[in-house]
């Protein structure tokens, strides 16, 4: 008897369950494996110019926060819930001690202590035992820095090599983006496909040079050599191109733990980097970045924002446009609120990624077992990220 062969449709969408993200690093609110080892670190959360007399709310890894200045000068990061009975500190006046709250006047300085409670007997005698929760802050390279982790793992804030020892014409200067070719600073999407970008070196060959028309150098259109390595703090991408001239170049783009990058200039800037970029979830699914670079005196941007398509800036462009001609944006926030991580079907071209991943993952394991992760100093000497990204045209 004939049986009858029913047809099979491989790979039908029929029946398929939605996808799912690997939650310990990409989920980061507090007590999450990715929340915590962002914690253990100094992070940027602030321009240094947003910290001023005018409390501003701030989101950062999930938690709500009050950033100020206070008049003499001190930066301050409070929540925003006040310590009596709760009212935002949004609504409270900066003066030269702290913060006051609109509502019964107590006032905190940067660490939360309570100053003053004009309704209470002799201005509060009690007031010691109150404290409005704080987070440590510190200004440095044109941002302000913030510690959200447990304190007594507190580390050493970092210097950074590739901005030292300037020239006197050169300033430090910081900027938030959430893609360098511009648009809105909070991007909807998770931080860490932003992240790891970084590390997608062949993407630079089709969507930045063919699928939307060449929006960097033409050297960059060159199908890369591509070689990942782990480094001190992270993992590097090396990627060589032969030129049609003849010549090697070399460029070289970073990512290190947990959620610093360093990429060169696309434009054709020779030699070591000289900027630096930590990618800040703002919470599960919107991130923003932070970049302290080595500018000119009189510059006020690190990147001039990218000109994308027929001389239009990012915003400039209509929703046609942009699907006409995506960039990083379209790309990584077109993955979704937090990618799939179940139904990637990674290859070669994404062992950087892969990694880097990996490399996450043993921080988290670090961290859970009570140790300091990679790039946590507590010795000032030592406290130093050395960053190898560049472009090295010419290279030997
Ligand atoms: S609620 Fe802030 S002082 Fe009373
Ligand atoms: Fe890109």
Known sequence: MEVESKPVFMGSLYGKKPGKHIPEITE????????????????????????????????????????????????????????????????GKVEERGIRCCY??????????????P?????????????????PVQDAYDLVFA???????????????????????????GEQKAFASGGPAIADCNWLQYFENALDTFHVSVLHSNFSGLQFIP????????????????????????????????RVTEALAPNVRSVPDAFGKNG?????????????????????????????????RRVLHDGKLWEDMT???????????????GQGPITWHTDEHLVTSDVGLVMFRRLLQR???VVAAGNDPLGVWRNKEEAVIQLEAGNFFDAQ
């Open 28 to 91: 980061v609110s507090q007590g999450t494996p990715m929340g915590e080892l962002l914690r253990r670190y100094w992070q940027p959360v602030a321009l240094a110019k947003e910290a001023t007399t005018t409390p501003k709310l701030i989101q950062v890894f999930g938690e709500e926060l009050i950033l100020f200045r206070d008049k003499s000068g001190r930066p301050g990061l409070v929540h925003p819930r006040c310590a009596h009975r709760g009212t935002s500190l949004i609504y």
């Open 119 to 135: 309704c209470e007997p002799n201005n509060g005698e009690h007031r010691s035992k109150v404290r409005q929760p704080w987070y």
């Open 219 to 250: 050297e960059m259109a060159v199908m890369p050599n591509v070689e990942w390595s782990l480094t001190k703090l992270g993992v590097k991408a090396t990627q060589k191109r032969v030129l049609p001239d003849g010549r090697l170049f070399l």
């Open 363 to 365: 921080q988290l394991a």
């Open 272 to 304: 070591p980097v000289d900027r630096i970029e930590w990618t800040i979830p703002v919470d599960d699914t919107h991130f923003t970045t932070f970049t302290a670079g080595v500018v000119h005196q009189d510059a006020t941007v690190i990147r001039e």
């Open 319 to 333: 929703e046609e446009e942009h699907r006409a001609f995506p960039d990083d944006r379209e790309a990584q926030v």
């Open 147 to 173: 510690y959200m982790g447990p304190p007594e793992k507190m580390p050493i804030l970092p210097r950074v090599e590739a901005l030292e020892g300037i020239n006197a014409d050169q300033k430090i200067l």
């Open 104 to 117: 019964h006047g107590w006032l905190f300085d940067v660490e939360g202590k309570c100053v003053e409670q």
